[in-house]
């Protein structure tokens, strides 16, 4: 009823209307052959600012270059909250990247982490290329005397589908590993505790072989086979099944896209594509887990095209602000009840949207009007203050003016509480269209 395309921005123009003319052919009996994208409401979500989709020619034709995107002529939303970073001087050199405006007092402070040097995490290595990926992850490996563990990638499926399962897919389909090799874990699993890009080391290997990972943030998780599938419903179409662990002492920016390290040592030296020095130093949640081994001009540069886009972009979403604005609470029941029609929902959920939507709307910044600031000294006394006296989340959070999991967030930074709450929010998207 709804589709849903996430990190839009890989794909190209040419895919994008390929999707559009199959949704128009396989809904034609009920929709009519000239509705884009067959009549289906379409939300598209992603950051064109992050690496253009991978193109034969010498040039990139972007998603919202197609006819296709022209036609369905999305409503935009902007989203502008950061869950990444906190700390004002990194989101400042960001933005800077973003804007097409790195003036010398940004330029200093990343060529401050030239210099630095970690002292207790691994940072994960991040390169431009696969060779030196490769070359990284293998001699790294081979300075440990301790003895390997191999795991093989199962599939199940035909050819061409496990192929493309493959490509998608993080985990190698050999995995060689040994006792103190640094692994990140590859796909997420709130219920057993890590996410994409959670890092850390091989512990022990339990007594059926499985491996047991210890976080940096000292727990200890037991690395289970996982599964990629391909579905058509419910039928599985194709499947493989791996332990859900790569190396980690480097991987590629590419590679990189969507994660959310604690720390990286980024060699852009070699930097050679719009946006991959931007997706590379914004996949660390702090300035100080980044370290850089070089820089070329390239790597801080965006897609001139898409620098113009998301102007666009911003002054849509600002149109479209002002229209729902507009609307009454009548309205917005309406609509909740009008989209849950449609698209299937529950008499329970129909129920829960009306009651939501008959209530003034407040504004995010004015419930949470400290959300995505950074946090001063003072901030973090009064937190361990509070903490220390066992005053509730959901108190501290009205205290601070933030959101609850900003709150657990802070904790966990603070190394007050152990658990993956910063690592489970850290995903974050700065532009979506719907």
Known sequence: KVLIIDEISMLDATTLSMVDRVLRNVRRSSFGEGKPFGGLQVVFVGDFFQLPPVSRTEESVFAFASEAWNAAHPIVCYLSEQHRQEDDEFLGILAAIRAGEVEEMHAEFLRSRLEAKPKKIIPTKLHTHNADVDRVNAESLGRIEAGAKAYTMQSRGSAALVEALKRSCLSPERLELKQGAAVMFTRNNFDTGYVNGTLGTVDSFASDGIPIVKTFDGRFIRAEAAEWSMQDGNKVL??????????????????????????????????????????????????????????????????????????????????????????????????????????????????????????????????????????????????????????????????????????????????????FWSSKNGRSRTSATS
């Open 238 to 419: 194709a499947r493989l099944s791996q332990i859900p662990l790569r190396l980690a002492w480097a991987i590629t920016v590419h590679k990189s896209q969507g994660m959310s390290l604690d720390a990286a040592s980024i060699d852009l030296s070699r930097a050679f594509e719009y946006g991959q020095g931007y997706v590379a130093i914004s996949r660390v949640r702090s300035l100080s887990g980044l370290f850089l081994e070089g820089l070329n001009r390239r790597a801080l540069e965006l897609h001139p095209r898409v620098m113009q886009k998301d102007r666009s972009f911003r002054d849509a979403s600002a149109v479209a602000g002002r229209k729902f604005a507009e609307f009454s609470a009548n309205d917005i029941t309406v609509l909740h009840e009008n989209f849950l029609r449609a698209a299937g929902g529950s008499i329970k959920a129909k129920i829960a949207s009306k009651s939501a939507a008959s209530k003034p709307m407040k504004a995010s910044s004015g419930e949470y009007p400290n959300a995505g600031k950074s946090w001063s000294k003072e901030d973090d006394a009064k937190l361990r203050e509070l903490f220390s006296e066992k005053v509730a989340m959901k108190d501290m959070a009205k205290q601070f003016g933030r959101k609850s999991s900003a709150i657990r967030a802070r904790l966990g930074r603070m190394g007050l509480v152990k658990d």
